[in-house]
């Protein structure tokens, strides 16, 4: 037996939508992977399924903008578009995920330091030297 394993850190792009498959639950989100080629931005785009308990715990906590590190078993598979164009979709089939933050969280961590930097400006600190 063989099977492709895929290693994903990015962005959730879409909320988490849920369905029956006979008497187990899938949840499925689509993540962005960003890279750099030739100076270029990239984005390449997976469809995620979990599958059970681990689909559940999905379900219950992620939405679009987390930041996830995904690891699963990677398939292909085409289809053709509205258009009637040929497409390749890129598939995980999830096995083990671990939050990251979100863009949401990186913006409000930058905000109290901001907030605290401009709080001191003008004023003696020689009293909070530790020194």
Do not use: C
Request: hydrophobic letters at 30%; proline letters at 2%; zero cysteines.
């Amino acid at each position: 037996m063989s099977y492709a394993k895929a290693t994903i850190i990015g962005y959730v792009g879409s909320d988490t939508q849920t369905r029956q498959a006979g008497e187990t639950t899938v949840t499925s989100f689509t993540i962005a992977a960003n890279e750099k080629v030739a100076g270029q931005d990239k984005t390449t785009w997976f469809r995620v399924n979990g599958w059970g308990k681990v689909g559940d715990t999905v379900a219950q906590h992620v939405k679009k903008g987390t930041q996830l590190y995904v690891e699963g078993r990677l398939s292909q598979s085409e289809y053709t578009d509205k258009e009637g164009n040929a497409k390749t979709s890129l598939e995980v089939r999830l096995e083990n995920f671990q939050f990251l933050g979100s863009k949401n969280d990186a913006a409000e961590t930058e905000k109290p330091k901001a907030k605290a930097a401009s709080a001191g400006a003008g004023t003696d600190s020689s009293d909070n030297i530790p020194f």
